[in-house]
């Protein structure tokens, strides 16, 4: 027998990529264009090195602390990870434990299936309807749990929260994971339905509107006893997930909030203009309520699209899997970045 045999095989995660070249327009990953808070870089600069010598605050209470007084929530209703998809990981790891299949779209974050390959949770993907949007009667079946992004990626498709009560109501004995990593770019929040629904966990991340994706750090709002099960698990894995840094930093940021406000405006209205803009250049659409659109265009092939805007440094994503592989996922930028890839793209479909 080989030791080989043995091995827990998977096939990972393929993460959007991080060109080494400082002269990209980089569109691929959904960050932030603009700098974190002028309150982070102040908390940074006063860093004090020395305590790095110690572990930090295993609870991360200083952060949990501020969350809960940010959204109006108990520190005991708050998890705190590595970036939202340690505490989804966590998550799937906690709630997903039984035989029957967790459920969630088939045109979805792409890490989904493979936690649930990694951890040995049978799955089940629901199909969205041609306009990408999700058909909640499928969400009534027989499962082990549910987990849907809202706004969805790489849609950018908002459901109504009133269709997630729906699911919530129906599913007593599941818990629903709402991954609410681009709701603050439009999107109404469940946080506030977390006393309502005791099986409801609501992801959010501060990769995204927070500017932060480089520390890596996410949260989990939902009631008291699944937070209690979710720490279990984590402190049965790594108790120091989170770095002292990572924790001053992220708090520093929630204390901001008039910044926060500011570019995540800005981020609305340049991703309003630049809709205006490929619809001028015959792309199509779903309507977008995060920092990213998913366009399609008629004649021009999305494959050939994402390669030329590359070779022009460029960077967007696209994924060659059944019924997204004519689509771009395109990033919203500064008003500067998005005018040169509106530019290119008008340039390119002229001469082609
Ligand atoms: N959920 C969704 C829907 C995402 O698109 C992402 C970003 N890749 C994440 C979770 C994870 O983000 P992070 O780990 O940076 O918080």
Redesign the pocket.
Known sequence: MSWEENVRRVTPYTAGEQPGQKNVIKLN??ECPYPPAPGVEKAAAELDCERLRLYPDMNAEKLVNALAGYYHVKPEQIFVGV????V?AMSFMTFFNGDKPILFPDIT?S?YDVWADVFRIPYQTCALDTRFRIRMEDYLQPNGGIVI?NPN?PTGVLEDVEMFEEILKKNPDSVVIV?E??VDFGGRSMIPLIGKYENLMVVQ???KSRAL?GL?I?FAVADEKLIRYLKDVKFSFNSYTMNMPAIELATAAILDDAYFKEIVGKIIRTREWTKEQLRRLGFSFEDSRSNFVFATHPEVPAQELFAALRAGNIYVRYWKKPRIDNYLRITIGTDEQMRTLVLFLENYLKER
Do not use: I, K, M, V
């Not at 970036?83 to 340690?86: A, I, K």
């Open positions: 990953t959904n970036g939202s998809d340690d989804l974050y890490f992004p990626a991954d990593a681009y991340t501060f990769s994706a890596r996410g």
